[in-house]
DNA sequence: CGAAAGAATGTAAGCCTTTTCATTTTTGCT
DNA sequence: AGCAAAAATGAAAAGGCTTACATTCTTTCG
């Protein structure tokens, strides 16, 4: 249906090894060859058959952003924030990008296998035993927001403990000592990961963590509200709450608003991940922020190493900063 | 480096035409013969090589999801709803999603071209002259939030028209008569057609559109508060301004706060696409329901209908509805 | 039990490039 | 002009699978 090389080079007069030449080295062909191929080629609206060149040269220059539903989706400004950072920067590489989402994992992996990409970016909470199934395929692999300590993986994540430390280390400076934290179920590893920076950064600050002030909610504002509206009715309610993202963080001054508590004079509310949202509340939201758009280029560049045969390192931990804003 | 259907072959004692065959039409194959096989393949950890089967049956069944990022990001909630809707979708189909951006149309087409892909969902407003090249390599293509007059090309787009009518009536009902537009520049398809739909809707309400009250700004919060700022600070000012989407909204809200405007009492504010932030601003917002699941859903459904020679709608047009919370 | 029909399997060609190696043409120099 | 070296080109094999067609094995039933 499509013309082929045949048909270029029948046209064009010249053998299907040059026409190859011409498309995939254009200097090894002279000049006026070249040119007569191009007419033919323009005539026939002949371009190269990717598969068939991927078959020949055995790779096909194609990375994927692997995203499971389970762990990570684009519906979450953090991950979309990603993506589009990894997007960017792949466009400029000579490989190409696809994105791919899977139910889970097992079947993201099923996707990426067969040398239809050679490398992978993996969001969200990869398994160990799905990294292995990959390396085995010799299909390279990065995490971003993931790491997994004993293997031989780059992964790039964001500083947290860091940013932790800069958000309490803020409140304090703020005159806040009793601080609350809750964390929103988001990928495990950020949860777990903000959850512990907060408890270690607490302890190096000398202040007490009363278990009472540390909650688990689901990833919404409702949940959120509900959540805080719990923690700040009682007597002895914290000065100061942490969200585990923005969109808990916004569920806290929705209960502080029903409270009637005013932010920041009564309550400090602090967020992660420094999205859109926070521009959009009232009084707008400090929050820590998380540099997705670093974490997605880093991303891209690892693997582009790792496939070079370039060395690459194993961990890159990306700097948070903090949004200083009204409601602390 | 790879098992292949030789080495299976091999060690199964069968041809490799019956290990073909044992991979992708099972049942063509007796008991016994496709255990020896699929016992075989086990132990080469052989999996079929997607390229070299898609270069034998010239085809792929692979879809894509294009975005220019020019016109359309993932950023957008109102995109990464209908992204991952279409994703959603995709899985339970068995055509291979694979979602890809590039720089602009032009690069998005090479991507897309070269039979790697069968059929393409388009987001964001596609041009006719990229629309006539998918075509003629014979790629299947559907819209979704664009449309495109005099082409035979499945649409899928949400009422527009009917959710302005449905904020507009809900404003008259709560006895707004003078309400204004800020139109967010969002992609342009979407931009103008709100922008149409509002001057048709009020024309039909029979109410004046003073041309001052209808403005245009940048997509981000700030933005839009100037703009809604310069709008209220008028003697005339508005009483209710609808947002060109949630984010617009926000804004508004926002330059409300400065000024002291109590929302919804002295002005209501409307805004859509019904997104996350809505249950975040204080007020909360009442917005117009886009059904980007649905949007998406459909866009997947067209396509597979299309490249399965089904017939197929030329436009389908999925309802909008009105949330009403506190902002109104 | 044997023939005919049907099911299972095998053979080999084809899908469209790339790339190695051999061959031809061009270039650069003396 | 003539020769070696370099550059351009061509012939052919390879890449891993599918599938039409031919062949062999099983059933079925008179």
Same mark, same amino acid.
């Given at each position: 249906m499509n013309a082929t090389i045949y048909d270029v080079s029948r046209l064009s007069g010249v053998s299907i090894a040059t026409v190859s030449r011409t498309f995939? %080295?254009?200097?090894?062909?002279r000049d006026a060859t070249r040119q007569k191929v191009f007419e033919a080629a323009e005539i026939l609206h002949y371009s190269p058959n990717a598969i068939a060149r991927a078959m020949a040269r055995q790779r096909t220059d194609k990375i994927a952003f692997l995203i499971c539903k389970r762990d990570a989706t684009i519906l979450d400004e953090f991950y979309a924030r990603i993506c589009e950072s990894i997007m960017r920067r792949a466009i400029r590489s000579d490989r190409q990008l696809v994105i791919s989402t899977a139910a889970d994992w097992a079947q993201a992996a099923g996707t990426a296998q %067969?040398?239809?990409?050679?490398g992978v970016i993996l969001g969200g909470s990869a398994q160990a035993d799905m990294v292995s199934e990959f390396q085995r395929k010799h299909i390279a692999v990065v995490l971003v927001n993931h790491r997994m300590p004993g293997f031989d993986i780059p992964c790039v994540v964001s500083d947290e403990y860091g940013g932790m430390r800069l958000a309490v280390g803020h409140l304090l400076q703020r005159g806040r000592r009793d601080i609350a934290m809750i964390a929103g179920r988001i990928s495990p590893y950020i949860t777990g990961e903000r959850y512990n920076a907060f408890l270690r950064v607490m302890g190096e600050y000398g202040l007490e963590t009363d278990a009472r002030h540390i909650r688990m909610c689901d990833p919404t504002v409702e949940s959120a509200a509900q959540t805080a509206l719990e923690l700040l009715s009682r007597?002895?309610?914290?000065a100061a709450i942490l969200g585990g993202n923005d969109v808990v963080a916004a569920g806290v001054l929705k209960a502080a608003h029903r409270l009637g508590l005013?932010?920041?004079?009564e309550l400090s509310v602090v967020g992660f991940d420094?999205?859109?949202v926070c521009g959009m509340v009232e009084p707008e939201l400090t929050s820590v922020h998380i540099d997705c758009r670093r974490i997605g280029e880093l991303g891209v560049d690892r693997l582009h190493a790792l496939l070079n045969g370039e060395d690459c390192p194993q961990v890159t931990v990306v700097p948070a900063g903090l949004r200083v804003r009204g409601s602390t």
């Open positions: 995939s %080295n254009p200097d090894r062909v %067969n040398k239809q990409v050679e007597k002895d309610r914290p005013r932010v920041p004079e420094d999205s859109t």
